[in-house]
């Protein structure tokens, strides 16, 4: 990805550095050719040269760019499970996914982490983004995902013979999950997605049950790790966090039922978490109006309480969490990926700044580019989000796209009032 030429000037606004420290009024961000040369009040900054172009942040607040930790590119307008895999041609998908990952940057998401995709797109996606042929965030890339046969993701009948190719590689036992992750090594992932839970949007393999063995997990991570590649999971009931964890797992999504043991194991080798809770909360809502049985919406229900309570702890016990949250259903289309940043703050509880750490630092950390992005500091991109008030007193701030001054990633203003 191009990164800008010459020097500008972040200036009058307050910086939230995405280290968790408090804002800091009266400060300015100095970038050079892309990188950040100075992030801190503006006593202290060292003087830019006087052709420098300057971004007014007009009082507001200047922050890093806002991360995705759990994105589905490919997934748009999803009202059941069958429109995951089989509703468009991969032609049309692909074109989608490139209208999706634009709207997340315009978004003031410069970064997002895949976790899952149908054909390999997240991958391509992910070099047209880097090679400057569409805009979107810098991404990590997942391809297919793998589930046991039967499993949560298994849902077209068999006697339709249409198998589930598309978005999933269906395996049974270790010896079909090493091929699996073999396959997606050569297509070009960085994170290998799995099942080792049910949900409550399935019929058969609900939020209790369990979708791979633990011989399947150890075999995706040993083969995984093999290829420096990285291990998450669908993790919902209590046994599929324990047996994703004691696999070795690098990251846990949703991590709904965790208890004191599974806990203990998350902590102990600081395995992140993304809860993607406000998808819970909008299908409780409005599932009803897209046809979603009330057996679904109770699931939810428990889900999202059982969500909330873990999320709580993992923050109380000083684990880390990203924010993220399966957006592209019908009743959570794609932009509306911050109402996951206001849900944290407005209903499960956690403080705005810690929510906005998790949304860009451990965001960054997940996504493996903890050392160019995730916080602004000396050294560091210049993925940059310029908004107009102060989303740590009023983090719906975050969800209105007119807000923002400047998007910016490697100093260059890709979206905002300014592009
Ligand atoms: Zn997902």
Redesign the pocket.
């Given at each position: 990805m191009k990164k800008a030429k010459g020097w500008t000037v972040v200036k009058n606004g307050s910086l939230f550095d995405g280290t968790g420290s408090p804002a800091q009024a009266n400060s300015c961000v100095l970038i050079k050719d892309g990188l950040i040369q100075y992030a801190g009040p503006v006593p202290q900054a060292p003087p830019a040269p006087p052709d420098a172009m300057i971004v007014d942040a007009k009082k507001g607040t200047i922050m890093p760019g806002l991360v995705e930790a759990?994105f589905?590119a490919t997934?748009f307008n999803v009202a059941e499970l069958a429109d995951l895999d089989i509703k468009y041609p991969v032609e049309y998908v692909t074109l989608l996914a490139a209208a999706n990952a634009k709207l997340a940057l315009e978004c003031g998401y410069t970064a997002a982490r895949s976790?899952?995709s149908l054909h390999n797109i997240d991958v391509w996606l992910k070099k047209a983004i880097e090679q400057d042929l569409c805009p979107g965030p810098r991404m990590a890339a997942a391809g297919r995902?793998i589930c046991g046969s039967g499993g949560l993701m298994d849902w077209n009948p068999d006697y339709l013979k249409l198998g589930m190719e598309g978005l999933i590689l269906l395996v049974n036992g270790p010896v079909e999950t090493r091929a699996a992750v073999r396959k997606l090594a050569k297509d070009g992932v960085e994170w290998v997605?799995t099942y080792p839970s049910g949900d409550a949007a399935s019929p058969h393999a609900d939020h209790h049950s369990l979708c791979m063995t633990r011989e399947e997990l150890d075999a995706a991570v040993a083969e995984a790790h093999n290829f420096k590649l990285k291990v998450t999971g669908?993790c919902r009931a209590t046994q599929g966090i324990k047996n994703a964890l004691l696999a070795g797992f690098d990251a846990l999504?949703h991590a709904t039922f965790i208890d004191s043991e599974t806990l203990d194991l998350l902590l102990a080798r600081n395995v992140p978490v993304v809860p993607?809770l406000y998808?819970e909360k909008a299908s409780i809502e409005r599932g009803k109006e897209f046809g979603m049985p009330q057996r679904a919406i109770d699931g939810h229900k428990e889900t999202l309480e059982g969500g909330a309570e873990s999320a709580r702890k993992i923050l109380k016990a000083g684990g880390r969490l990203g924010m993220?949250?399966?957006y592209g259903f019908a009743w959570t289309p794609h932009g509306d990926y911050a109402k996951e940043l206001t849900f944290f703050v407005t209903e499960v509880g956690f403080p705005a700044l810690d929510t906005l750490r998790c949304a860009t630092k451990t965001g960054a950390e997940i996504l493996g580019r903890e050392k160019d992005l995730g916080t602004l500091q000396a050294g560091k991109l210049a993925d940059v989000l310029v908004v107009d008030g102060d989303p740590i007193k009023d983090i719906r701030i975050l969800e209105d796209r007119s807000r923002f001054i400047a998007v910016m990633q490697g100093g260059i203003i890709k979206a905002g009032q300014l592009a």
């Open positions: 759990h589905h997934y976790c899952g995902e997605k669908h999504e993607a998808f993220g949250g399966d």
